[in-house]
């Protein structure tokens, strides 16, 4: 985000909701040469589109995300640092470590450690064969299922 729009000027363009339930502002930011910096983060793999909600962008946002994750491109590439733990580059599962998920302590669904929506949120590690007897996974993350 910071080498896309850092030193440049961007005009600020509202949907019908200027801020959030937690008081977040919710905007789409433009550069003056027409480049939509929401989108071309999510085109790049470095952003997912947030879809509890209805928004003007959320049908390209959902289209930019798929193309992302099959594109292996930004936090998809199978080996970003952000690649499930338990698992090698060549995503084979290593017998002795178990595949990992984590919790909230208020959730009910069970995230990969790279999932956007724990960034803010302290996670209890679970083994993934625990967490899935007991919550439903992330739609956002994605975690990854047992092997069988």
């Not at 952003?47 to 491109?73: C, D, I, V």
């Not at 970003?80 to 595949?99: D, L, M, W």
């Not at 803010?120 to 975690?143: F, H």
């Amino acid at each position: 985000m910071r080498r896309l729009v850092d030193g440049k000027t961007v005009r600020v363009e509202y949907d019908w909701n200027r801020k959030d339930k937690y008081n977040r502002t919710l905007a789409y930011v433009y550069l003056l040469d027409g480049t939509f910096v929401n989108a071309e983060i999510i085109r790049q793999g470095y952003g997912f589109a947030y879809t509890r909600y209805p928004f003007k962008y959320l049908e390209q946002f959902r289209k930019l995300e798929r193309e992302a994750r099959a594109g292996n491109r930004g936090l998809w590439a199978p080996d970003a640092k952000t690649a499930p733990p338990a698992r090698s580059r060549s995503g084979s599962q290593h017998a002795s470590e178990p595949v990992m998920a984590y919790v909230t302590r208020t959730g009910t669904k069970y995230h990969r450690a790279d999932c956007p929506l724990l960034s803010r949120t302290a996670a209890t590690p679970m083994p993934l064969t625990e967490a899935i007897k007991k919550y439903s996974a992330c739609a956002i993350c994605r975690p990854p299922l047992p092997l069988r």
